[in-house]
Every structure is written in C-alpha cells, then in structure tokens.
T-cell receptor
C-alpha cells in the first residue's frame, strides 16, 4: 500500500479553520484519498474522500494537489467536538488481495482550544 | 439504520475461556471487517468478509476465529487468548461500492477486551 505522512499533532482554536496536511508522494493513479477521524473512546468515523478534484461535504473539505502527491483536510470552523485523531489513508481501486484493506498510519492528533 | 453495533462493550476473560464478539449492521452492506486497536496505536486490519466469504486474513493467529453467518452479522470467536491480545476490537462494514477505492467504512464503537 502506498504510504501517507502526516504531522503527529496540530492545535487550533475553536471557531477557527483547521488545515490538516497529508503527503502521499507514491500515490498511484487509481488510489483514492480517504480521511477518517477517531474521537476519544469511539470507533473511527469516515470524513471524506476524493480522487482528483476537491470535494466538499457537510463535515469538511478535501483539497487535492494537482500532482496528487499531497492533500489537505479542511475543517472550516473547528469545534471542541472536532478534537480527534485524523487519519489520511490511500485506498486502491484494483481488486485482488488488497481490496477492502484500510491501512491506518499514525494520524494527526488535533487539539482544539476553547 | 446507519449504525454498526457491537456487543459486548467490555469483556474480561481468562486465558482458558472461550468467548465471542458480535457485530451487526442493517445497512445492506456486503463487506464486513474486524480490526484490532492497541492503546494509542492506529487500528490494524484482521479479517475482511466480502459477500459472506472470508476474503482477507492478515495472518491472524488461529485463536481468533471469524464467522459471518449472514450478510448482517459478523462474529469473532476467541479461544485460549494471551494477555497481549487485550485491545479494542472494532467491527466495520462497507457497501462494496463499485471499484472499491470509493468504498467508505462504517465503524462500530468497539469491544474493549481484557485477557487475564
């Protein structure tokens, strides 16, 4: 699986935007970029995914670099409930033994200050 | 119903016990997953079931035995576990949409397992 690199931790203030970066320089042309987050004492939660174009949903926005070697998860107004570990994961589209695998890296611990 | 439920929430067992973890979803998803998560570490995939058939086993020891009786239910049977198997066990499901790269996974809250 192609690898992702994220900062270990980031901090933000409540109601400010947060930009969480992810590097994936070995991404293949068919890899989707997924983001999940895990709040304390909960299972991971799907946030957003994209392939080439920027994506928006009710939770966040995903900005993907033109060369696809990096991406940024954007939380437009952080709340205390957004404090979590954020994981950037590449998911291949090919079948075979890698189908269905979600390989979590270490993620970024986001702290939100009131 | 957009939930994945897991029972029990907590389980304490001895090394000679046999126990089972249960996972259920009613979203019509055709893939189900077991992950193991140690404290302060990311989740690690254990097993994947696609269309009720085991499609991925990540070289998990045989003391963990998965079972998928139907498309809504996933079990993990535990036997002769070791203390180092203590962890949070997460279940997930996904719709198996198209090529797979777009397939998002929905996770349950996990079962916190302690092996004495």
């Amino acid at each position: 699986d192609a690898k992702t690199t994220q900062p270990n931790s980031m901090e933000s203030n409540e109601e400010e935007p947060v930009h969480l970066p992810c590097n994936h320089s070995t991404i293949s042309g068919t890899d989707y970029i997924h983001w999940y987050r895990q709040l304390p004492s909960q299972g991971p939660e799907y946030v957003i995914h994209g392939l080439t174009s920027n994506v928006n949903n009710r939770m966040a926005s995903l900005a993907i670099a033109e060369d696809r070697k990096s991406s940024t998860l954007i939380l437009h107004r952080a709340t205390l409930r957004d404090a979590a570990v954020y994981y950037c994961i590449l998911r291949g589209s090919a079948g075979g033994t890698s189908y269905g695998k979600l390989t979590f890296g270490q993620g970024t611990i986001l702290t939100v200050h009131p | 119903d957009t939930e994945v439920t897991q029972t029990p929430k907590h389980l304490v067992m001895g090394m000679t016990n046999k126990k089972s973890l249960k996972c259920e979803q009613h979203m019509g998803h055709r893939a189900m997953y077991w992950y193991k998560q140690k404290a302060k570490k990311p989740p690690e995939l254990m097993f994947v079931y696609s269309y009720e058939k085991l499609s991925i086993n990540e070289s998990v020891p045989s003391r963990f035995s998965p079972e998928c009786p139907n498309s809504s239910l996933l079990n993990l049977h535990l036997h002769a576990l070791q203390p180092e198997d203590s962890a949070l066990y997460l279940c997930a499901s996904s719709p198996l949409r198209g090529s797979g790269g777009r397939d998002e996974q929905f996770f349950g809250p996990g079962t916190r397992l302690t092996v004495l």
